[in-house]
């Protein structure tokens, strides 16, 4: 198998999660360690240039050690944040600890209101919950410290994040209304504004 690592930022990927026509491609032998790529595949069975949907990072090269860090589809790049699952669920363990609960299931969106944006989670845990606006300050000074995109979108397009805490349940039966309950479906980490609303409408009818 030969493999290719395309680094995963704004320049080289497209809005859907696919890799740009002409993006930065790179081989084991120039990438770094601990950094985010998208990989490509070619075998001589016929797959060429087959990209899996994971991103990955490298963190042995010597030993060409891989570790699994997300899926290109469910990153958050609207106003410039670029922020991967893998940095989602760092900043969601300091959470955990910080204030001593557990979170199974998290969603986020960003959302549009007369022209300001925001980012918007809703985190599902079990469990006395915490308070979310407390939440929402530390979980945005966390990104901001796990990524400097995100940090510099704070400061100019993102204008605020908001946290919703949720009884875990709730989240499981969304799935279930929504036909994706099941063992090999998981809760989508990153959704459309239109999905989200409909999500947060559903929690709502909850109470």
């Known amino acids: ?18 890799v740009k026509q002409h993006a930065q491609v790179l081989t084991v032998a120039t990438l770094e360690e601990n950094v985010n790529y998208v990989l490509l595949i070619s075998t001589v069975a016929g797959a060429w240039r087959y990209m899996i949907g994971d991103t990955v990072m490298v963190t042995n090269k010597e030993k060409m050690e891989i570790k699994i860090s997300g899926r290109t589809k469910h990153y958050l790049n609207v106003v410039g944040e670029q922020l991967s699952v893998y940095q989602m669920n760092e900043a969601m363990g300091m959470v955990e600890q910080e204030f001593n609960i557990t979170i199974e299931e998290f969603t ?16 599902g845990t079990t469990g006395t919950l915490a ?6 300050d530390y979980l945005d000074k966390q990104l901001c410290s796990l990524n400097k995109n ?22 499981y039966e969304w799935s279930a209304q929504t036909k994706k309950l099941g063992g090999q479906v998981k809760i989508p980490r990153v959704m459309k504004e239109n999905e989200f609303l409909a999500f947060e409408e559903f929690l709502s009818a909850l109470g």
């Open 131 to 136: 308070d979310a606006t407390k939440v929402a």
């Open 150 to 171: 995100y940090d510099v979108a704070r400061n100019k397009a993102l204008k605020s994040v908001e946290v919703k805490l949720v009884p875990i349940d709730h989240f």
């Open 1 to 18: 198998i030969f493999f290719e690592f395309v680094p995963f930022t704004d320049a080289n990927m497209e809005k859907d999660g696919m």
């Open 108 to 123: 986020v969106a960003a959302l549009v209101n007369d022209g300001e944006y925001k980012n918007r989670w809703v985190l």
